[in-house]
């Protein structure tokens, strides 16, 4: 039996995908913390923790993962 509202779960957490949203548009780290409110350090975070969870080493490699995906549009 299909569930029709099913949406899978997704990979990231909403603050990780905010993250990579801003990254993808040229957002340095700090102008990411400013505009999210929170320290560099935790966006730091977010993302390692984002590129852990997709299996990449770098920032790059986790933004083509992502598009790849269809979890971010440039």
Do not use: C, W
Not at 24 to 49: C, G, M, P, W, Y
């Amino acid at each position: 039996m299909k569930d029709s509202n099913y949406k899978p779960k997704q990979l990231l957490t909403k603050r990780e995908k905010e993250v990579f949203d801003l990254l993808v548009q040229d957002k340095t780290t700090k102008e990411i913390a400013q505009e999210l409110f929170i320290s560099e350090k935790t966006v730091r975070n977010h993302i390692s923790n984002s590129m852990q969870k997709l299996g990449v080493k770098g920032r790059s490699q986790a933004v083509v993962e992502l598009l790849r995906m269809g979890e971010l549009q440039l």
